[in-house]
Antibody, heavy 122, light 110 residues
């Protein structure tokens, strides 16, 4: 059973860069059958897809975040990361990492981390 | 791209059935069979309950069912139980490696 765990600072100053890491255990992140994603949830609101990375390292992003987001893969460390630049209070959210299949429904997130709360404030 | 549209709330009594809608456009929900549904209890990560419009992952009760008509997908919870009280989110493939989530529906079991 694959497990995902987010880690990173819980507080980021405005205009700085938010950096989070998701460590994957119980399965290889090099498995070609999956996309590795970041999804966020603003307080008392819905989910927002940030983007995903495929095992060869290619990434795709939500058009509203593509200019600020970078998702990268570190297969040697079994982890993938999110960087979000020029953050504002609107980026305050619970950030999840999750896995979905490549060969069929890529919206079918079958494994999630527990979430990492990031607050943007000075 | 805007989020998929869900009603903010829904409710039903134990044993009843409730249907939650998820409305998109011809470029997302209407275009693909890649629509999923998630259940989220307070303080927990979302849990996949429906994928590919109407398929259930192993372990999900058959009280949960999904369907789609045109640009609207639906989740039906039959035989409501107290533990079904949660937030429910839909998600759709939106072409060109893009995904959209719905705003979420809070289901109350009366």
């Amino acid at each position: 059973q694959v497990q995902l765990q987010e880690s990173g600072p819980g507080l980021v100053q405005p205009s700085q860069t938010l950096s989070l890491t998701c460590t994957v255990s119980g399965g290889s992140i090099k498995n070609s059958g999956y996309y590795w994603s970041w999804i966020r949830q603003h307080p008392t609101k819905g989910l927002e897809w940030i983007g995903y990375v495929y095992f060869i390292g290619r990434s795709y992003y939500n058009p509203s975040l593509t200019s600020r987001a970078t998702i990268s893969l570190d297969t040697s460390q079994q982890r993938f990361s999110l960087e979000l630049t020029s953050v504002t209070a609107a980026d305050t959210a619970l950030y999840y990492c999750a896995r979905s299949p490549y060969y069929y429904d890529n919206t079918a997130y079958d494994s999630w981390g527990q979430g990492a709360l990031v607050t943007v404030s000075s | 791209q805007s989020a998929l549209t869900q009603p903010p709330s829904a409710s039903g009594s134990p044993g009843q059935s409730v249907t939650i809608s998820c409305t998109g456009t011809y470029t997302d929900v209407g275009a693909y069979r890649y629509v999923s549904w998630y259940q989220q209890h307070p303080g927990k990560a979302p849990k996949l309950i429906i994928y590919e419009v109407d398929k259930r992952p192993s372990g999900v009760p058959d009280r949960f069912s999904g369907s789609k008509s045109g640009n609207t997908a639906s989740l039906t919870v039959s035989g409501l139980q107290p533990e079904d009280e949660a937030d429910y989110f839909c998600c759709s493939h939106a072409g060109s490696n893009k995904l959209l989530f719905g705003g979420g529906t809070k289901l109350t079991v009366l």
